[in-house]
Every structure is written in C-alpha cells, then in structure tokens.
C-alpha cells in the first residue's frame, strides 16, 4: 500500500481538546479510582498517585465532570466545606449507592491542576434552578468581595479559579429531564443568560445536544438557541450490535469484532448529519460540536454491579479508538471537543483499579501515542486502501491521519484487519533526518490487561526505514502504529 503525505498543504488544526476525557460519579471512577480517603494508598489531597502518574503522560487537555446522568441530580452545595459535614445523598442514576460528597468543586479543581487539565464542568438543569447554577459560576470564578467569593475563600482558595467550558445540562432530552426539543432551547436560554463572566476570559457555554442521529434535536436547537451557544454536544456510543445487543468487553467473536469496527465508523455518518444542519444555520462555523461522550459500552464484567458499568479493555477497543479519533481529525472543522467515556474504571476506560492495584488499557496506549496530534495541522495525504464487507457495511483496511506541529510530523495508523498485515511506502516531499515508530499489537483480538498479567498489551518499537524521501513498515494484523519525523 502505498501513502502519498504532502507537507505543503495544511489543512486546518486538530483542537488540542478532541483527546479530553470524562469523569463521573459512576461506580468506582471518582471513589477508588481516582480519589482516595485510605492513607494506605499513595495520594496528594487525595488524588491517589499511581493513577495521576500515569494520567498525565497523556497530557490531557480538558475534563468533564460531574456527569453524565450524575450531573442533572447534583447539586453543588452538597460538596463544599468540611466533608464531615457534608450532606450524603443516594446516587440513584448509578447503583443506588451512598454518595458522601467527599469529592466536590474544590478537589475536582485539585484534580484539573495536578493532571495539567482545564476543567469543564457540566451544571444541573434537570432537577436544579437557574440560581443554583448562577451561584455555582459566582463561586468558582469570581475574584472580588462577595459573599459567594468570600465563602470559596472560607473553604480554602483565595484566588479564583479559570473556568472555560460549561456545559448547560446534560441529555436532557433523557435522564436529565426528559424534555422535548422546543422546552430544553427555550430553558438553555434563560438558564445561559445567568451564565455570566467574571473572569477575563467569557464562558464557553455547551448546550445538551442530540442523542446519536437525532436531527430534530439539532435542528431545534440551531432555529431557537442561534449563537447563543458557544457549541452543542453530541453523545454517541459503540456497541457490538445495538443498545440491547452490547456485546460482552472481552469475549467476543469474529463477528462481535468486525461489527464493534462496523459501529464506530458510524460515528462519521452521525457528525456528517449534524454537521449538514449547523452548516445551513451557521454557515460561517460560529458554532462548534462537541463530542463530549463516546466510546465502546459493552456488557458489565459479570459479578460486578450492573450500575458501576464496569468493562475490560481489549485490543479490539484499541482498534475502535484510532477509527473514532481520525473521523474527529477529519471534521476538526466542526469537531473542537470530545471526552471519552470514562477516564478511570468505567466503559472505555484508561486506567483500572482494583484497591491498590493499577493497570493501564489498551486504550491508554492509543490517546498516549496518538497525543502528538494534538493542536497538529493536519496534511494532506493520499492513499487506496482495500475495505472489509461485513454485514453489508465497508471498512477500510487501514485509516490513516497525519499532522504537523513544531516542525515535527505525527503519523497515525491502523490495520483491522484480522487476516493480514500490510507493507506500506510512504512517499514524503521533503526530507527528515529521523523517522521513530510505535505500535500496539497483540496475537489474539480479546487479549487484554489485567491485574495479574498487566503487560500482556502493551506498544512496542517498530522497525521504520527512512530512505531518501521515502518511509516503509509494515503493519502487523490488527495494529496501531504512530510514526513520528523528525
């Protein structure tokens, strides 16, 4: 297979913040994953260390929280000040298990700061009030004498804190409220008006967007909410078949693997519908998407609580990844945001924990070799690659995206295939001194880390020859690859 790569041509920027990530209150993400209260497990304020450690070699660019469902039924008061005092509550969305409010504004920001990540927070629209989520931004963000300021101050942080992103709600069109269309734009509006900038920076507000392929939902909102919104999110998820039909995480046949490939590049159908909307009433772009939930969500691991939606991560998971972030690579025109489901212990997970154990996923690897795209100009390249018919749907064999930042390029591919691998000749228009390659593979598509073989995937160098201005590899079966020139 042959790939042409013209440097020349830039073709506008990958935004930093589509490699972003979210975390909920959602089964053993926050509690047990990243926050800890037993001094057995190495922490800073509570941030247990092996799992911030690993973290930031992703250099993660942006974090959601609270939610999620999660979001729609917080209320933000619950988790400040003393946590002895503070109030606990039923998370009903997730488990029915007790929440404390332990992990609150203050330590969420804590977490932001060590992991490097700007913070975006999702406010409560469903069963909240428009003060509640006005006296929420006062108190983050305000810098001068009030009494909201002050009381942050009484807490513990003088100075405030730098917030970009706010999301307005959460799929209120489901476990946030479920509202139709025409109710939630008219709310988005009167809730965004309170919304206000004290800062120096204004707020970059998200109004809750569509489920999957839900024009209506979009269309409404682009006729009643205009440029009133900074973007509108998208929620789109992976299954093997269906909502009904998940798939189990890590035992899966052929047939369970060609359509988990099959389902995520749907994801570039479903941006292509909406974008066709926001192109016709925003034809200038003003508006971004913001894909703020994705990711594959499988069946439970069994004997786990089905609320924790706890799942194992496989090769398989690795593969769906690198086809979902070029499809974000190739509408970066609209696409400026994406946060994959979850960050730690949930669905598509970077990190798993179990008490003092980590592991990293195969996932990981993915966001941790792909990252030098990020904020990259994307170049143009040129290549014919042969497609997978499965079920009546076309897969390309192997995807491709390159990028370019700081004189340096960042080559990103995979090969799905099951059967064969694939010798590839790169041809490049100008010269580079040095070509590096990584590459994640594994012998069977349902290998996978665990506690107790963590490494049984895990990258490895790649054998680049860079001649002239021409590189060749090859690809093994069912791999991701990352070449970077120098």
């Known amino acids: 297979m042959k790939i042409t790569l013209n440097t020349a041509e830039k073709q506008g920027k990958i935004s930093k913040y589509i490699y972003g990530q979210f975390a909920e209150h959602l089964g053993r993400c926050i509690y047990g994953g990243i926050y800890v209260e037993d001094g057995d497990i190495p922490n800073v304020n509570g941030m247990r260390c092996d799992v911030i450690n690993a973290l930031k070699e992703l250099h993660i660019p942006v974090l959601r929280w609270p939610g999620g469902c999660f979001a729609d039924d917080y209320h933000w008061r619950d988790g400040i000040g003393e946590k002895e005092s503070r109030p606990y509550m039923v998370n009903t969305n997730w488990g029915g298990v007790v929440e404390n409010n332990h992990f609150g504004t203050h330590e969420f920001f804590e977490l932001c700061e060590q992991l490097g990540a700007e913070p975006y927070i999702c406010g409560n629209v469903g069963s909240g009030t428009v003060r509640e989520m006005r006296d929420w931004v006062e108190y983050m963000t305000f810098g001068g004498d009030s009494p909201l300021a002050n009381e942050r101050r009484k807490n513990g942080r003088e100075e405030p804190w730098k917030l970009k992103f706010f999301g307005v709600g959460n799929e209120n069109w489901g476990c946030g409220g479920n509202m139709r269309a025409e109710y939630y734009a008219d709310e988005y509006r009167r809730y965004a008006v309170f919304i206000r900038d004290y800062g120096d920076e204004p707020i970059y507000k998200i109004a809750g967007g569509p489920n999957e392929d839900d024009a209506y939902w979009t269309e409404t909102l682009m006729k009643i909410i205009g440029d009133k919104a900074a973007a509108i999110s998208l929620h789109n998820y992976t299954y093997e078949t269906d909502w009904k039909n998940k798939g189990r995480a890590a035992d899966f046949t052929e047939k369970g693997y060609y359509d988990t490939m099959a389902n995520s590049m749907r994801m570039d159908s479903v941006i292509a519908l909406h974008k066709e909307i926001m192109d016709r009433y925003d034809p200038e772009g003003k508006i971004d998407l913001v894909v703020d939930e994705w990711g594959n969500w499988f069946d439970v691991e069994a004997g786990t609580n089905p609320g924790f939606l706890y799942q194992q991560n496989t090769m398989r998971d690795a593969m769906s990844a ?56 994307v170049l143009d390249i040129s290549y014919d690659t042969e497609t997978i018919e499965h079920g009546g749907a076309k897969i390309p064999k192997v995807s491709v995206s390159a990028s370019e930042k700081d004189g340096e390029v960042t080559l990103s591919l995979c090969n799905v295939s099951l059967e064969d691998g694939e010798d590839i000749e790169i041809s490049l228009d100008r010269r580079f001194k040095e070509a590096v390659g990584e590459v994640l593979t594994s012998p069977s598509m349902t290998d996978c880390n665990t506690f107790d073989a963590p490494s049984t995937v895990e990258p490895k160098a790649l054998d680049v020859s860079l001649d002239g201005e021409s590189v060749k590899l090859t690809l093994p079966k069912m791999s991701a690859a990352v070449i970077t020139l120098k």
């Open 322 to 377: 690198v086809l979902i972030l070029h499809i974000f690579h190739k509408h970066r025109d609209r696409v400026k945001m994406a946060n994959i489901a979850q960050m730690v212990n949930v669905l598509q997970a970077m990190v798993l924990t179990e008490g003092e154990k980590m592991v990293l996923t195969p996932t990981y690897h993915v966001f941790r070799m792909m990252k030098g795209h990020m904020d990259g100009e």
